[in-house]
């Protein structure tokens, strides 16, 4: 198990920034059934932004301005994997993020199911891969993905 404490920066351009800190905290843990098998999941909940339309003094809004509203976002995971062999290693995955407070137009909880693997290139390297759907229908319909992590 352990706690990662972390937050983002105000940086990049208005359109792309929060223009503010936004915290949070992920609870991780897993368990090893056998030697092969073995379960883990993420527990989180983050500040994130979304752009509200400011009112109009009629009581419509103005499409040209808005403003950064926070929320949370409360997210959780599962994960299952079988070391195929020292190397390789492919798992399955369902998780859910939740918006809590979102006021932008068509937001809302979004559950994804993936799969994937890791491939151990040697003790320091790492690559995986993975692709999934949306199980809901405030979720991204198709996802994939690649990555290279390096331990130091």
């Known amino acids: ?22 915290p949070g905290i992920n609870w991780l843990y897993g368990w090893d059934f056998t030697q092969r098998w073995s379960l883990a999941g993420s527990t989180q909940a983050y500040e994130a932004t979304d752009l509200v339309p400011l ?5 419509g809004t103005r499409s040209d301005d808005s403003t950064k509203h926070a929320f949370t976002v409360v997210a959780q995971s599962f994960s299952m994997e079988y ?3 020292d190397k390789l ?5 369902w998780f859910l993020l939740s918006p809590a407070g ?13 799969t994937g693997f890791t491939y ?6 790492q690559l995986d891969g993975r692709a999934g759907t949306g199980l809901s229908p405030h ?14």
């Open 55 to 59: 009112p109009t003094s009629r009581g």
């Open 120 to 125: 151990k290139v040697t003790p320091n390297i």
């Open 83 to 85: 070391e195929l062999t």
């Open 89 to 93: 290693t492919p798992y399955a995955e």
């Open 102 to 114: 979102a006021m932008e137009p068509g937001v809302g909880p979004q559950h994804y199911i993936d």
């Open 139 to 152: 979720s991204t319909a198709f996802f994939c993905g690649s990555g290279l992590s390096l331990r130091f």
């Open 1 to 22: 198990m352990g706690v990662i404490v972390h937050t983002s920066v105000p940086s990049g351009a208005d359109g792309l920034s929060s223009d503010k800190l936004l």
